[in-house]
């Protein structure tokens, strides 16, 4: 909103924008989240999460300052990435391995693993992230 405030784009291009920030972000997020926990690289998401976290928050803030371009939401959402993966990757590299393993044996198919391990695992953190993604959207 703030290109909007400042008169360099209307109301209706800055909401769009705002809209494809949010949702490029949460669906990068949701797929990395995913492939780390299937590939078990946890302590490496966390890791890199902290290392990149205020580089690319401050790069997404400045980058409509910098670059005036169609794909700038699309660069601002993967900018995002790191704030957003950070709440999720710490739960995460809590668990202990054989966690899911168990659940598997015992017979919980994947929607049962869902519905009663990871989402009450993830569900502030999963919050958190929304609420960080619709923020930085509106800042923009």
């Known amino acids: 909103m703030i290109p909007y405030y400042w008169g360099l784009a209307d109301v209706h291009a800055a909401c769009f924008h705002g809209?494809?920030?949010?949702?490029?972000?949460?669906?990068?997020?949701?797929?990395?989240?995913?492939?780390?926990?299937?590939?078990?690289?946890?302590?490496?998401?966390y890791a890199t999460t902290l290392f990149l976290l205020l580089p690319c928050v401050g790069l997404s803030v400045v980058l409509p300052l910098l670059r005036h371009a169609q794909t700038t939401p699309v660069l601002q959402g993967i900018c995002l990435l790191p704030l957003l993966l950070f709440p999720l990757s710490l739960p995460i590299r809590t668990l202990q391995r054989d966690w899911s393993a168990t659940a598997r044996e015992l017979?919980?198919?994947?929607?049962?693993?869902?519905?009663?391990?990871?989402?009450?695992?993830?569900?502030?953190?999963?919050?958190?992230?929304?609420?960080?993604?619709?923020?930085?959207?509106?800042?923009?």
């Open 19 to 45: 809209l494809l920030i949010v949702i490029i972000s949460l669906v990068v997020t949701a797929l990395l989240l995913g492939l780390s926990i299937v590939l078990r690289i946890e302590q490496w998401l």
């Open 107 to 140: 017979g919980a198919d994947r929607q049962a693993r869902l519905r009663l391990f990871w989402w009450p695992l993830l569900k502030n953190s999963a919050f958190t992230s929304l609420f960080l993604s619709i923020f930085f959207s509106i800042v923009q």
